[in-house]
């Protein structure tokens, strides 16, 4: 048996005005996690839809071979045919449909006259739900009613239905908490154990180490170095996170986490926003309520955290504060600058100067078909509209000053949104919302499957909003990153606040003992705890 069951050789691909990948090499072992990682446009996806079939032989140049055998792939069901199957990062599974119909969707056990048989089809599926984790599931259960966590494992369970010989997981963490993400690596590490190698993209830095055997860095579609990240399977990690960072980015990233230039305005440590006792109800189940009294402020030019495990209500509060854009809203008021405002929508939210950066940017951030410069202009429309016409001139000028100020990564600002890379369209994003001139804006999961380079990048402008004096509420689920930019960190459970801890208090052992305790008979608030503001003043 040869040593290697997939050896790519001298792949190149382009698109107009773009050289994606330009001889790229990748050789995986049998029966190893081998990791490629990479800044957001390194052209790692390009390289797994090549794999994969996604781009079909003879759109691209060189060659692979797969056990021994030379790929012609022309779509994605030749190369699933050869036991090659790539999950995305976007899960691909019908809501409505059941785990056991979602699992054998497109690949149905049939009976003799052709006809699905349902007994072989739910027999199956318990085997694979079994084999990942999901037994306690029921083959029927609906996936809509599964966490994101449990939908990535009916993903993996697919792949096993398809007789899986090399997996490629895309962002497989990206949207999980830590303990989903644990239970993912573990079942990822299983399949090695039991032959199936992996090919595993991921911008979590930590997650590669402990579970990889094997990295592969690309950068501006050029194979850096692939070295191992262990001796041995099984054995500790001897490479280390620095040498990734310096490989992907070509450079030094001595301040991962800018240093924070204070804000030193004349309103400085007054209070920007204040909400209190915000009750929002569930929009299809009006019993349950998924934020509980919470009350919040925010000073001017300070980063406040806030943190929560999955349904903590953390994203559920922002929306509805944001023009009650999810959610039905049962009590609570907003002050800023302590006057009273409305924000029954979002016009409203705006109008009052919120900005609200969604978790979700390809499906609530972003118009992909449209351009770069009207993604930015669009939700400050007005400054460029005259009688109801869009003044081009004054649309190109603004999306060419963000393009250089955020470093948007682009030919031409009339390049179409959704070809960018995750990290230029999340800074198309932000720019999106800058431009709207806001007082406090709210940003969930802004580096959310994004690489450490655009992380930095990211990083930066959020402590140069904070210097202008702009109230930041963060939302994310790595704490590390709350840890590394934030003043105070709040924390959520079962959509009620647990606490508030400065940033001198702050470990992850203490937001984490707080994200997951609930006081019983007992809504908490700011001034419940230890807090940082004790210089603010209010007005």
Known sequence: MAEHVLEMHGIGKSFPGVRALDNVDLRIRHGEIHA?????????STLMKILSGVHPHGTY?????????????????????????IIHQELALIPHLSIAENIFL????????GIISWPDTLRETETLMRRVGLDSEHPQTPVAGLGVGKQQLVEIAKALAKRVRLLILDEP??????????????????????GIPSILISHKLNEIRQIADTLTILRDGHTVETLPVRPTTGAPPTLSQDHIIRAMVGRELTHYYPQRT???????????LTITNWTVRHPLDTTRRVVDSVSLTVAHGEILGLAGLMGAGRTELAMNIFGRSWGRYETGTIHIHNQPVSTRTVPDAINAGIAYVTEDRKTYGLNLIDTIARNISLAALPKTTRHHLVNTHTE????ERFRTSMNIKTPTVFEQTGRLSGG????????????TQPDILILDEPTRGIDVGAKAEIYTVINQLAAQGKAIILISSELSELLGICDRIATMTA????????????TQEALMHLMTHTPENHTTTPENHTTTTDHRQEG
């Open 36 to 44: 490629v990682c990479g800044e957001n446009g390194a052209g790692k």
């Open 495 to 506: 959509g009620r606040l647990t606490g508030t801890l400065n940033r001198t208090e702050a």
């Open 262 to 272: 204070p804000y030193t305005g004349p309103d400085a440590g007054h209070t920007a």
């Open 424 to 435: 230029n369209q999340q800074k198309v994003v932000l720019s999106n919302w800058i431009n």
């Open 396 to 399: 190109t000028a603004t999306a």
């Open 61 to 85: 140049e060189g060659q692979f071979l797969f056990e021994g055998t030379p790929c012609t792939f022309k779509d994605i069901r030749a190369s699933e045919r050869r036991g090659i199957v």
């Open 173 to 194: 963490t990206a949207a999980l908490n830590d303990e989903d993400s644990t239970k993912l690596l573990t079942l990822i590490t299983g399949l090695r154990d039991q």
């Open 106 to 113: 497109g690949n149905e056990r049939a009976s003799r006259t």
